[in-house]
């Protein structure tokens, strides 16, 4: 079954149970249990033991000559989250996102000013997807609460600027492992020399990321205009108590703490933005430090901005932000407990807390590591890449790449797996062929693998934003996927422009008259802005 059209069946499975149960670990659960039920071939015994090797390899990375060692990455990533969950609950409790919403309250006065704000906040904090999936939410959530703007919003405006940021920013977790693909791309096609290298090439492929523009665009109009379609106009409604509340989010959503937490009189907002503070600070900078000490450790040699991001440890670096983020909350509550704000019980009584609301979304996270897992071995990218024919003619392939990587990055899960597996591809088949086109074709592989990991109910960052939002994950797919499919089709028809016309600026300009007729279609069909 591996490598062949029945590769598709467990992701295809997983994407349906998801959008139409809008049950999250049911719908992992089945994906799981197909996709080991197909490399088994069948066979009940040897199905379960594959989910038991693939939920133990999330944990523990097997070793050819030994007993293995911990999976450092993921359980880093764990980690971090429910250190989150933990700071979140002692910036609750002592008040600071209380005195944060109030202050915000008195400056951020509309609801487009809220949605700016978070919006603006995605595409500032650029340096890692993961970081800013999480921390985005943590600071614009009390202000987006109090303008009723959805919990579905907020996790929309926060995934539609994360990697699309991500992926055009050399400085950034992502710009260092695409330019260090592109090199290979270049090496392999004999152009390693040609005197633009791959950081100039890289650079090139920016203003070519028609996704990148559209998705940014649609979160522009969206913000402005406060217009929605399709689930989101349900979303919005139920925020501004126009609907019941429970009558279309899911339930309870991954960081969503008791009401019964207790809350400091004495708040301020400093008991919020130091910890975030501190957390991001330390976190960048554990970015640029682990990053140097690999590459001196590999090479000898001082590293440049670059390496350092190339070669950085993000999982290790947002696992040390996390600890001393929750050091300086942990600081903050004693200021309180101190002046007799808060009970020394409150100190359990908050860990337990941040540790129950995020235990969700480190759940969804695992299972969607071992679908995704699965998914590999089953050869799902590999039969989707082989999709691709060199004798089709060369003014469609970026149109065509563009969606293979949408569908591969929407199968797997995963859009860093897409462009490990289809630049090489796109280097080969456009390198000879029709070098012209070599840029253009990267860009589309770029922004294919980050639309369908938009649209990808498996994706790790998909998971993230809605933890980070504190939104129910199935809420979040469903409200965010008919924006992504918006901006998926004006990018399809760009890359048609610019393949057909040979003239990138042709597609940007496409993307611009797209985005135009969905302002003018949605301020005719759409929500209207309230408050």
């Not at 951020?108 to 970081?131: E, H, Q, T």
């Not at 055009?168 to 290298?197: C, F, N």
Request: glycine share 14%.
């Amino acid at each position: 079954m591996e490598h062949t059209v029945w590769s598709l069946f467990p992701p295809l499975l997983t994407v349906a149970l998801a959008i139409v149960t809008r049950r999250v670990l049911l719908a992992l659960g089945a994906g799981i249990l197909s996709a080991a039920l197909l490399l088994s071939g069948g066979d009940v015994g040897a199905t379960l033991q594959r989910v038991l090797e693939t939920f133990s390899a999330v944990f523990w990375t097997p070793g050819e000559d030994s007993a293995g060692e911990l999976n450092v990455w993921s359980l880093s990533v764990l980690g971090f989250l429910l250190l989150l969950g933990i700071l979140t609950a002692f910036v609750t409790l002592t008040g600071g996102a209380r005195a944060f919403g109030e202050w915000a309250l008195r400056r951020v006065r509309s609801r487009r000013a809220a949605g700016a704000l978070a919006a603006v906040l995605g595409v500032a904090i650029f340096i890692d997807d993961y970081f800013n999936a999480l921390v985005v939410g943590q600071v614009a959530r009390p202000v987006t609460d109090r303008h009723q703007i959805s919990r579905a919003k907020l996790a929309y405006l926060i995934d539609s600027t994360a990697a699309p940021v991500c992926v055009v920013s050399p400085i950034s977790s992502w710009g260092a492992y695409i330019i260090a693909l592109i090199g290979g791309v270049l090496t392999a096609e004999g152009l390693a020399g040609s005197g633009q290298g791959a950081l100039g090439t890289f650079l090139q492929t920016i203003p070519q990321n028609f996704y990148v523009w559209a998705a940014l665009g649609l979160v522009a109009v969206t913000v402005w205009t406060g217009r929605d379609f399709g689930a989101m106009q349900r979303y919005e409604a139920e925020a501004r108590g126009e609907l019941p509340a429970g009558s279309v989010t899911s339930g309870a959503a991954p960081g969503e703490l008791s009401a019964a937490l207790p809350v400091s009189g004495s708040g301020r907002t400093g008991d919020l933005l130091w910890p975030i503070g501190v957390l991001t600070l330390a976190t960048v900078g554990a970015m640029f430090w682990s990053g140097a000490a690999a590459y001196r450790a590999e090479t000898g040699q001082a590293a440049t901005l670059l390496q350092m991001l190339e070669y950085t440890d993000v999982a290790g670096s947002l696992l040390w932000g996390g600890v001393l983020g929750v050091l300086t909350a942990l600081l903050r509550w004693l200021g309180h407990w101190r002046r007799g704000a808060l009970a020394a019980g409150s100190l359990a009584q908050g860990m337990l807390e941040g540790l129950r609301a995020m235990f969700p979304a480190v759940v969804v996270l695992v299972l969607a590591w071992m679908t995704t897992d699965l998914i590999g071995q089953l050869g799902t990218g590999d039969y989707l890449a082989g999709l691709v024919q060199a004798s089709l003619p060369a003014a469609i392939l970026p149109a065509l790449l563009f969606s293979l990587a949408a569908a591969m990055a929407f199968a797997t899960g995963t859009s860093w797996g897409t462009f490990g597996l289809l630049l090489p591809i796109t280097g080969g088949l456009l390198g000879t062929a029709a070098p012209e086109l070599l840029i253009t074709g990267l860009a589309a592989v770029l922004a294919g693998s980050v639309m369908g990991d938009h649209c990808s109910p498996i994706s790790d960052t998909t998971i993230l934003s809605s933890a980070g939002a504190g939104c129910h994950h199935s809420d979040h797919v469903v409200s965010q996927l008919p924006y992504a499919l918006v901006g998926g089709a004006i990018t399809l028809l760009a890359y048609l422009v610019a393949g057909l016309s040979g003239q990138f600026w042709l597609g940007l300009l496409t993307v611009v008259l797209g985005l135009a007729a969905y302002s003018w279609w949605v301020g005719r069909a759409g929500q209207p802005l309230r408050g």
